[in-house]
């Protein structure tokens, strides 16, 4: 009888210890589940930000008549990028006695502010924007407004004749290069 008593209280453990593993298995498939839709909705929100930055930036160049100044400063950390375009698209300025530009809506989450330091465009991804322009010589043809995605990594460069020039960067050691995660995107001027 004791035997039979030990193998009962066994098989009880062994249920229990599968139990655990499927419930742990459960909450392993929620968590990558609810893991995955964050990025799902990060990434679609980073990519209507940068559709919303084109509309406006497309507006600014039809109420300037000219692109903004070339951003100066493209590296990796890259806030100014970000601080000039809350300048440019979000803020509106008076020509005369009109206001012009300052289209984009900003909230909360789209703009980083802190103590000394202006106000930055941020993206839905977290990182800073760059920009620069694509052209010959001194005739600008396009913007180029770049995120620097998930890694928040530029992984390349500005050049004023070719715009974003990826490199094989690879500064968070995840053995992709930076760039491959940029969101990029380009406005004509007309
Ligand atoms: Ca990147």
Redesign the pocket.
Known sequence: MPSQHRSARGFTLVELLIVIGIITLLMGMLITGIIIAKRTAEDRAADMQLKTMIMNATQYTADWNEFPPFDPTVNNSNRRGSELLYEYLCVPHPIGERKVGGGMSTNDTNVQRGTGMEPALISPLHGFYTYGFEGRGERRIQWVLVD????????GTMSAEKGFVPDNSDANGDGKA?????LIEKVSMH
């Open positions: 620097s995605g998930r890694d928040k990594l530029l992984g930076d760039h491959l995660d940029n």
